[in-house]
């Protein structure tokens, strides 16, 4: 840092001493040695500063990057559910169609099926059990 200051010092000795006309004070050497300074540290400064934006910037990207791997991976996760799901509901859809098909060919098997379903554990009662009567208060005697 000293070295680039000598040099621009060096630098600014050399081009005014070729206008002998115009002799610098010293005091205007040091003003412009001082602001030489000043600049190079401006500089310096804003350099680090771009430095520590420039390290944060691509944290960020990485960042960023991670997220987008991951949101791929999902996506192909997904689409490979969907496709697993098309080919499950295809296959359903037909063999639904097959059995329709097929129970309607065979009315007897059709009554035997209706009849099976009617008496399966999922199906509802048809009708409820009355557990308390309806006319309880009138229906006690005494």
């Not at 081009?15 to 002998?20: E, H, I, K, L, V």
């Not at 040091?30 to 030489?36: P, R």
């Not at 949101?71 to 098309?86: F, G, M, P, Y």
């Amino acid at each position: 840092m000293r070295a680039c200051v000598w040099v621009i010092a060096a630098v600014l000795l050399c081009a005014t001493s070729g206008f002998a006309d115009d002799q610098i004070k010293p005091e205007q050497m040091k003003k412009m040695y001082d602001d030489a300074l000043a600049q190079l540290k401006a500089a310096q400064d804003r350099k680090a500063e771009l430095a520590k934006e420039n390290e944060a910037l691509a944290a960020k990207v990485e960042e960023l990057k991670k997220q987008l791997a991951s949101a791929q991976d999902q996506i192909q996760t997904l689409k490979r559910e969907v496709s697993d799901n098309d080919q499950k509901t295809f296959f359903l859809r037909s063999y639904h169609a097959a059995w329709e098909s097929f129970i309607r060919q065979h009315p007897d098997l059709l009554a035997k099926w209706r009849m099976y379903l009617g008496d399966s554990v999922f199906s509802a009662p048809q009708e409820a059990p009355e557990v308390i009567p309806l006319n309880w208060p009138l229906s006690i005697t005494g």
